[in-house]
């Protein structure tokens, strides 16, 4: 039969190879340092975003790639993981790349334990959000430092339960990180365009089998671009943070909120008449306009257009967003800051 050293090894082969599939899924970039921030290994995507070699890569510190006026913040944060005061953190940054170049990115960095509980090396999973594109890269295979953590722990009997349960956790917690990239837009905090058209499918089949109504808001912020191009694109984010706040605060704990785009935000009202989509858009206007945004401490106020569309029983997704679409932009054409 079995030993327990053979069970417990098997175990956290086990577990290993799941942390190498989970990583196998996520098309992110990956880079691995010590507690010192030297960089002991990176996926092909991490170097796509800095424009270095994977041999240039692992000379440098994470400092040396980060901009300036952004490793302060980076820093607070590592102290506050260091100190055990959290469990990982995440944050917008810009990474300073070969050519001189700066280049946005959403990292979120986990701090890995060794034996005895003590501080091992940083992992950080990276977004270029530049673009907003999708990663096209998948994760290459965990580390080697991990493949020697993993041996050195199935060979400490007294500590493999311990360590077991030690990964697992990392694991999960991982998986949870993972997951949210996958649903969530970085900026904003709201649910990503893909997650929406799922969620709307899923309410879609809903509807159909109990023959109940749901509707849709498609809204976006009135001269948006003036905003960027008298305040800068700083408070244009901030802006797009504040307005999501304010969506969330006045939505039902039933509604769905996301990012659809620029500064377009789509609704998902299940269990909601055209009527009472209106309702509730004409209260998010007046919400909107008469609250005083403030940034760096002078204040302003801004606008924002809702389109209205209902299930008719045979529309599609596709002509559902279409019809909102419309009635947003009719929405403009009437002076904006309106509900149609």
């Keep these: 039969m079995e030993n327990e050293q053979e069970y417990l090894k098997r175990q956290l082969i086990n577990a290993k190879r799941t942390f190498d599939l989970t990583f196998e899924q996520v098309g992110s970039g990956r880079c691995v340092t010590d507690l010192d921030g030297w960089i002991k290994e990176v996926n092909q995507k991490f170097c796509d975003i800095i424009g270095y070699t994977m041999d240039e890569t692992l000379k440098l510190r994470v400092k040396n790639l980060t901009y300036p006026e952004d490793w302060d913040i980076d820093w607070e944060y590592k102290k506050k993981l260091f100190a055990g005061e959290i469990p990982y953190f995440s944050m917008q940054k810009r990474y300073i790349k070969k050519d001189g170049s700066l280049t946005w990115v959403y990292t979120t960095v986990t701090l890995i334990k060794g034996n005895e509980d003590i501080d091992d090396y940083l ?36 500590e493999a339960n311990k360590i077991k349960d030690q990964t697992i956790k990392e694991l999960n917690t991982l998986k949870e990180l ?16 893909r997650h929406m058209l799922e969620k709307i499918t899923e309410e879609l089949d809903r509807t159909k089998r109990t023959h109940h109504v749901f509707s849709l808001i498609l809204t976006d912020i009135d001269y948006f671009k003036d905003i960027n191009d008298l305040r800068g694109h700083d408070c244009g984010d901030e802006v797009l943070q504040m307005v ?21 935000f789509l609704i998902l009202l299940p269990e909601t008449s055209e009527d009472g989509a209106r309702q509730i858009a004409e209260r998010i206007r007046k919400r909107i306009q008469n609250h005083t945004f403030f940034y760096e401490d002078m204040p302003f106020t801004l606008t924002m257009t809702f389109g209205v569309s209902s299930f ?5 997704i596709k ?22």
């Design 123 to 158: 992992i950080g999973i990276v977004q270029d959000i530049n673009s907003q594109k999708a990663a096209e890269e998948w994760l290459m295979n965990e580390n080697e430092k991990l493949e020697a953590i993993v041996a050195d722990r199935t060979r400490q009997l007294i």
């Design 178 to 193: 993972l997951l949210k990239n996958a649903t969530i837009d970085p900026l904003t905090g709201l649910y990503n365009r």
């Design 244 to 264: 999501s706040k304010l969506l969330k605060r006045e939505l039902r704990s039933m509604d769905v909120v996301c990012r659809w785009g620029g500064e377009e």
């Design 312 to 316: 008719k029983g045979d529309h599609n």
């Design 319 to 340: 002509e559902m967003i279409k019809a909102a679409d419309l009635a947003l932009y009719a929405g403009k054409d009437l002076g904006r800051n309106r509900v149609v």
